[in-house]
């Protein structure tokens, strides 16, 4: 009864101190519990290796392209930040950022910044799904909203796009149809070039790199990444 009540609070996340166990034993399938709560252990595992592995990367080359464009710094949004490799250099570049992440990343991003540097930073720990973004002048989404379920990408899209003020920027990446992650990854979204070009129907696309190569993860799970790299900024709609 132990088990059963351990492993019903792991998949269903409920604080339930009384479990009708005859029930739980009616209607749940203790092998997909078990492969799930595995799939549980196995993702958060990883997830503490990839920001690890990542926390002393330096910024996306995307981010550098664009700082070389001499921006006026405003407020950006990184999006899924992981442990701040663009967040940071932004903000090194006088950009005030929302650094959103699933995971508690705020003391991997204060330890690279000065205490008047960290006055630049406002951290939020929430799945982009849930969130309203604020106005803002740069979204980066670099490896981040390609996790997104395609359920709900429409949705963060639109929020993304509604949230960039005009003359703003979106600079992020997302995954092709050749991706190796296709084959197993169902509930992702992958792109193909007419796709990804729809999506920028309110901006001028400045650069759009299509790259595809053999690589290891951040984790070390080799694999053919496919990738659409766009840097875009948002026109006036008159």
């Not at 790199?209 to 790299?229: L, P, S, V």
Request: aromatic share 12%; charged share 35%; hydrophobic share 40%.
């Amino acid at each position: 009864e132990n088990i059963i009540k351990k492993y019903a609070n792991i998949l269903y996340k409920q604080k339930v101190k009384n479990y009708n166990v005859s029930y739980i034993k009616s209607v749940v399938d203790f092998k997909l519990l078990e492969e799930k709560c595995i799939e549980y252990i196995k993702m958060n595992i990883n997830s503490k290796k990839f920001y690890e592995n990542t926390k002393n990367m330096e910024a996306s080359p995307n981010i550098k392209k664009f700082i070389k464009f001499n921006i006026k710094p405003g407020k950006a949004i990184d999006i899924g930040c992981g442990a701040g490799r663009d967040t940071v250099f932004l903000i090194k570049n006088n950009w005030k950022v929302v650094a959103i992440d699933k995971e508690d990343v705020l003391e991997y991003i204060e330890k690279k910044l000065t205490k008047e540097e960290i006055k630049r930073l406002k951290f939020l720990k929430n799945e982009i799904e849930n969130i309203l973004l604020e106005k803002n002048n740069l979204v980066v989404a670099n490896n981040s909203i390609v996790f997104c379920s395609k359920r709900y990408f429409k949705d963060v899209w639109n929020n993304i796009v509604n949230s960039i003020e005009e003359n703003g920027y979106f600079i992020g990446t997302f995954l092709g149809e050749k991706d190796s992650w296709k084959e197993s990854r169902y509930k992702m979204k992958f792109f193909k070039k007419s796709e990804v070009l729809e999506l920028f129907n309110e901006f001028q696309i400045i650069e759009l790199q299509e790259i595809e190569m053999d690589k290891e993860t951040a984790i070390g799970e080799f694999k053919h990444w496919h990738i659409y790299a766009v840097i875009a900024k948002k026109v006036s709609e008159s």
